[in-house]
């Protein structure tokens, strides 16, 4: 009996899993890269704090059918996170350069195991603040478009082969170089090179 009820759970999951991807296939390809990513974090934070708030709400745990609405929400989210991190796994070599994209993808995706590492121990935190680990992930989520806005979109365009064609289809670099003052003597171009005559600290202004 549980090894059955195990399947239908295992093949319940695969095909929702299922369905989510191809939901992301047929959507990743029709919009832009940038919208895609502000959309499903917007979805995914929106519904995480949909869902803790009827989770954790005494007010409202007496309303009918409120497990089911907080699986409903719960399962929307799920879908939301899910097409932001594959989407954004889409997005970010891309903007990259040929000549850098392995180390700035490889750094990217280093950082991302921070959240890996922290996200067990919210857990722990949840035993003495059950509400707390929820709005963390969803005020994450929703300030993910915050950083999106500011980047370039990649979808149907050709991507730049060298950091010389990137700062050329994006405009000027806003990285300077300082003078020991403070003043702002020149771009940086080309590979991130440093003349004698800017040396001082680099500020992203």
């Not at 549980?2 to 929702?16: F, H, I, L």
């Not at 979109?153 to 082969?161: A, H, I, N, S, V």
């Amino acid at each position: 009996m549980t090894r059955s009820t195990d399947r239908k759970k295992e093949k319940n999951g695969k095909s929702r899993e299922t369905a989510i991807a191809r939901k992301k296939f047929f959507i990743r390809f029709n919009i832009g890269r940038r919208q895609l990513t502000i959309a499903s974090h917007i979805l995914g934070g929106l519904c995480i704090l949909i869902g803790d708030l009827l989770a954790n709400n005494p007010a409202v745990a007496t309303l009918p059918d409120v497990e089911t609405t907080i699986l409903i929400v719960s399962l929307i989210a799920k879908f939301g996170v899910c097409l932001g991190y594959n989407s954004m796994w889409l997005f970010t070599p891309e903007l990259f350069p040929t000549t850098i994209r392995c180390t700035g993808y490889g750094m990217a995706s280093a950082a991302a195991r921070v959240g890996a590492l922290v996200a067990p121990y919210s857990v722990l935190v949840s035993r003495h603040v059950p509400w707390l680990p929820s709005v963390v992930f969803g005020l994450l989520c929703l300030s993910v478009p915050f950083a999106v806005t500011i980047l370039p979109e990649t979808g149907e365009t050709e991507l730049p082969q060298t950091v010389e064609e990137m700062q050329n289809d994006n405009g000027p670099s806003k990285c300077h170089a300082l003078n020991g003052d403070g003043s702002r003597h020149h771009d940086i171009p080309g590979q991130f090179a440093l003349f004698p005559e800017t040396a001082g600290s680099l500020q992203l202004l």
